[in-house]
């Protein structure tokens, strides 16, 4: 018998019963909800709406049921179409008729509200402390390389030296807006939604003070209605994660390109890395290449809950049931995620002298050049065109700029005098960008610094 069954003249068409369950996904929901139900319980006590009695057998009744969903000895099932009602129903098979009380006041609409604002609060958390855990293991990697330089690329075009640390430290920053993305939606996460019913309120003199300040809610919804409607806080969820999951996707490809002989940056650790089948030499690294390749699937989930919500009257409306799995999926696809890259990064060679050479090719002193120009005096533009033939000159030659006589520059430019040797060293160029948010090597050091300190304080 369905607990709505009383208006109802036929059984549930078996298909419809399996079409419109949840409870094969929203199962995930079960300490949640039983512990918004024990909150609901004690408060209607209070309120004086349930004997204490009463109130107590269902509380015990619930605690039951929840140790018997932790010891694994419960089956749910489809014919109570959702977690909601499939405790409900245990609960009454287990107290009795007095289990029936439990939903006095309340709508599954709220309840099922209450229940995600719990579990994304919950992993809000989780993923504020795997976001500081993998900033912290960035952060102790750049520590420890800090005297590794390697090419920076624009166009993936060697560009201008910069230390690796400063690098990585470009991620630990992104990360960082990540979590006060996250932080800053908990706010609105924290709201509690219970005591909306299933639209208007409840007719009965409930006191959702109380059930907020238990279960730790900051803020109540002011609106009943805006209260069982409201899926801003799951988009915003699966908004930040995204783009985590893009911020975590550019750092595999990094991963992925310094891993292969044709960059030869860095090995990922073997423990980290998969063989092939066929190939005897091949040492893929599959992880940074999943995260990749996850990242679209919560993007999806993103888009997917926008189109969802986009056309819905108000109130509650069956297609908001399409909320859950996307979320789910998502926090497991961001767990594993952030799971593996802290260590990913903690475990893997860093390859200096491979970097440094490479950044000794391709010019990448260029630009220091005509900045040595413009000091002595020679306007910018005229510099570039000056530095701009020598590297022509070069590139015919197979040389570098520091392969060039001084009599060679000083042919290029009177202007250029014996000290810019040591200008030009790789070392030398990084550490001139002492200046704002450059990669010299005291900047660098400041930078960490304060990161740890950042870190410490999440
Ligand atoms: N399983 C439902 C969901 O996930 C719970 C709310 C159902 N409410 C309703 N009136 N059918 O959205």
New binding site residues.
């Given amino acids: 018998m369905k607990l709505w069954g009383g208006r109802f003249t036929k059984p549930t068409n078996q298909l419809v019963e399996e079409y419109t369950a ?1 409870i094969s996904f ?1 199962q995930r929901l079960v300490e949640e909800d039983i512990r918004g139900s024990l909150a609901h319980v004690r408060m209607l006590g209070e309120s004086g709406i349930l004997p204490a009695e009463e109130v107590e057998a269902i509380a015990k009744g619930l605690e039951k049921i929840r140790d018997k969903v932790r010891a694994g000895d419960v089956e749910f099932s489809v014919a109570h ?2 977690i ?1 009602m499939n405790i409900e129903k245990l609960l009454i098979e287990e107290v009795g008729p007095v289990g029936g009380k439990l939903h006095t006041g309340r ?3 709220d309840q ?1 509200a209450l229940d995600m604002h719990l579990y994304v609060r919950a992993r809000t958390v989780d993923f504020v402390k795997g976001l500081t855990d993998l900033r912290q293991a960035l952060t102790a990697k750049a520590e420890k390389h800090i005297d590794a330089i390697l090419p920076g690329y624009t166009h993936l075009q060697r560009a201008q030296p910069v230390r690796f640390a400063h690098h990585l430290l470009a991620y630990v920053d992104m990360f960082g807006r990540d979590v006060e993305r996250l932080m800053d939606s908990y706010k609105r996460v924290n709201t509690m939604p219970l005591g909306a019913g ?1 639209i208007a309120g409840t007719t009965f003199p409930i006191q959702r003070e109380q059930v907020a300040e238990e279960l730790g809610f900051d803020r109540l919804y002011d609106n009943s209605m805006d209260a069982v409607s409201d899926r801003d806080y799951l988009v915003e969820f699966l908004s930040a994660a995204s783009l985590i999951m893009v911020h975590l996707s550019r750092l595999s490809e990094e991963l992925i390109l310094w891993s292969s002989e044709e960059f030869g940056y860095v090995e990922l650790d073997d423990a980290f890395c998969t063989g092939s089948s066929m190939m005897p030499q091949k040492k893929n690294p599959d992880v940074p290449e999943l995260i990749r390749g996850k990242t679209g699937r919560v993007m999806g989930h993103w888009v997917s809950l926008m189109t969802t919500l986009k056309a819905l009257p108000l109130t ?1 409306n ?1 297609d ?2 399409e909320d ?1 799995e996307g979320v789910f999926d998502t926090v497991d696809t961001l767990t594993g995620a952030l799971a593996l890259t802290a260590p990913m990064i903690e475990g893997m060679t860093v390859k200096e002298e491979r970097m440094r050479q490479n950044a000794e090719k391709g010019f990448t002193n260029a630009t220091d050049l005509a900045d040595y120009l413009v000091t002595k005096g020679v306007p910018f533009r005229e510099a570039h065109e000056v530095v701009g033939r020598l590297v022509l000159h070069c590139l015919s030659r197979g040389q570098s700029l520091l392969d060039l006589t001084l009599e060679q520059y000083r042919e290029a430019h009177p202007a250029i005098q014996g000290d810019v040797f040591d200008r030009l060293q790789v070392e030398n160029v990084t550490d001139a960008r002492s200046a704002g948010c450059g990669t010299a090597r005291v900047r660098v050091e400041a930078t960490i610094l304060k990161k740890k300190d950042d870190i410490d304080k999440a």
């Fill in positions: 949840s929203d179409e959702d909601h709508s599954r609409n099922v299933a509650y069956k908001m049931q859950k």
